[in-house]
T-cell receptor, first 116, second 116 residues
Framework: DGGITQSPKYLFRKEGQNVTLSCEQNLNHDAMYWYRQDPGQGLRLIYYSQIVNDFQKGDIAEGYSVSREKKESFPLTVTSAQKNPTAFYLC???????????????FGSGTRLTVV | AQKITQTQPGMFVQEKEAVTLDCTYDTSDQSYGLFWYKQPSSGEMIFLIYQGSYDEQNATEGRYSLNFQKARKSANLVISASQLGDSAMYFCAMREFSSNDYKLSFGAGTTVTVRA
């Protein structure tokens, strides 16, 4: 079955460490996105990519980095510069047209990151 | 400026009753799409329903219907015959088709609790 796989499901980070969250999709979608969700809050866009080897900052990109070397993969690195990284991170993808309701997203199951 | 506004942080509904979740949006685009997603406590985001700005009929998907009032820029979700499994957070989202970046803007969400 096609879908998006995020790993790991839970991740613990020590202060000052960089960690990388994985996101892989086999839907042949062009666009991929990373969102951050804090408890009881909505989704805030971190980074997005429309094509391979290209990506753009979202609303809260500071302290994060991404790469898009393959169409299927869009890993997110939470760097030590991110002062409050504890949150739930969701990856999503979408086709340029069509798909779930004219370009709606397919989401991964999320990674819950905790700083210890 | 906030593009999607959900004014109800939380709602309680009795099992088997209907509930309406409010969503208003702000856009100058003529062509846009509106989405509703459900997020249970597990964290996954589940697509529920889509309404295009040029669709003349209100969208329906099973027990979900979208009350689309274009002039008022509102896209309220109606869940009929509520079930215990409907307890979740619900997000309204919009994509503006004049933009080439395929981004969705999300509201802050409404938490629905269904009581037996």
């Amino acid at each position: 079955d096609g879908g998006i796989t995020q790993s790991p499901k839970y991740l613990f980070r020590k202060e000052g460490q960089n960690v990388t969250l994985s996101c892989e999709q086999n839907l042949n979608h062009d666009a991929m996105y990373w969102y951050r969700q804090d408890p009881g809050q909505g989704l805030r866009l971190i980074y997005y990519s429309q094509i391979v080897n290209d990506f753009q900052k979202g609303d809260i990109a500071e302290g994060y980095s991404v790469s898009r070397e393959k169409k299927e993969s869009f890993p997110l690195t939470v760097t030590s510069a991110q002062k409050n990284p504890t949150a739930f991170y969701l990856c999503a993808s979408s086709p340029r047209t069509g798909g779930t309701g004219e370009g709606g997203y397919t989401f991964g199951s999320g990674t819950r990151l905790t700083v210890v | 400026a906030q593009k999607i506004t959900q004014t109800q942080p939380g709602m309680f509904v009795q099992e088997k009753e209907a509930v309406t979740l409010d969503c208003t949006y702000d856009t100058s685009d003529q062509s846009y799409g509106l989405f509703w997603y459900k997020q249970p406590s597990s964290g996954e985001m589940i697509f529920l329903i889509y309404q295009g700005s040029y669709d003349e009929q209100n969208a329906t998907e099973g027990r979900y219907s979208l009350n689309f009032q274009k002039a008022r820029k509102s896209a309220n979700l109606v869940i009929s015959a509520s079930q215990l499994g409907d307890s979740a957070m619900y997000f309204c989202a919009m994509r503006e088709f004049s933009s080439n970046d395929y981004k969705l803007s999300f509201g802050a969400g409404t938490t629905v609790t269904v009581r037996a």
